[in-house]
């Protein structure tokens, strides 16, 4: 079936540094793929998608590459803020289905 | 403008109170769903209206009970919860079921905080 397999958190950084939280999937087909943001006391807003193979999604400096041959779709940004302090889901959905897969989340800590 | 509106942000109730949880969108999204939430987990999906037919119930109690009374409303009736059933409850739509073009993007509202006394 399908599924989705995020790096468990938390992770902490400081302010500037280079983030990557690391996302895999197992899917048929071509799934599209998702990441959302969760801020505290909030719902999930969509950070970026990616619809094919080789697509890069891109938002608010984050940015992920659909890797088909590595099943992957890493979120990174290359210098981090306090305000990026939040819950990040990786998450998967095929065409012609309403359903979409979380991964479990990974909470992110930036100090100051 | 890619929003979802949920009301009450925030609901107490009691075991034995009948009550609503409300979502709007005017995006002209055909489909809309309920997920639940509760602390740190992910997203659970609950239901799911596609031209506003039922199309998906994740086995869910019957004290949950979804109405979706046109393609821009879906409500959420709650009746004799019980204290688990508290957590965030989330609203989404995606602009057309099954689109190759939107890759089925699913747009999530701000949620509501239930509490069950």
């Known amino acids: 079936g399908n599924s989705v397999t995020q790096m468990e958190g938390p992770v902490t950084l400081s302010e500037e540094a280079f983030l990557t939280i690391n996302c895999t999937y197992t899917?048929?087909?071509?799934?599209?793929l998702f990441w959302y943001v969760q801020y505290p006391g909030e719902g999930l807003q969509l950070l970026l998608k990616?619809?094919?193979?080789?697509d890069k999604g891109s938002n608010k400096g984050f940015e992920a590459t659909y890797r088909k041959e590595t099943t992957s779709f890493h979120l990174e940004k290359g210098s981090v803020q306090v305000s990026d302090s939040a819950v990040y889901f990786c998450?998967?959905?095929?065409?012609?289905?309403?359903?979409?897969?979380f991964g479990k989340g990974t909470r992110l800590h930036i100090l100051p | 403008d890619t929003e979802v509106t949920q009301t009450p942000k925030h609901l107490v109730m009691g075991m034995t109170n009948k009550k609503s949880l409300k979502c709007e969108q005017h995006?002209?999204?055909?489909?809309m769903y309920w997920y639940k939430q509760k602390a740190k987990k992910p997203p659970e999906l609950m239901f799911v209206?596609?031209?506003?037919?039922?199309?998906i119930n994740e086995s869910v109690p019957s004290r949950f009970s979804p109405e979706c009374p046109n393609s821009s409303l879906l409500n959420l009736h709650l009746h004799a919860l019980q204290p688990e059933d508290s957590a965030l409850y989330l609203c989404?739509?995606?602009?057309?079921?099954?689109?190759?073009?939107?890759?089925?993007?699913?747009?999530f509202g701000e949620g509501s905080w239930l509490t069950v006394v």
């Open positions: 989404a739509s995606s602009q057309d079921p099954g689109s190759s073009s939107s890759g089925n993007t699913i747009y």
């Open positions: 899917a048929t087909g071509y799934p599209s």
């Open positions: 990616a619809t094919k193979a080789d």
């Open positions: 998450a998967l959905g095929h065409l012609r289905d309403d359903k979409i897969i």
């Open positions: 995006m002209g999204h055909r489909a």
């Open positions: 209206y596609s031209y506003e037919k039922l199309s």
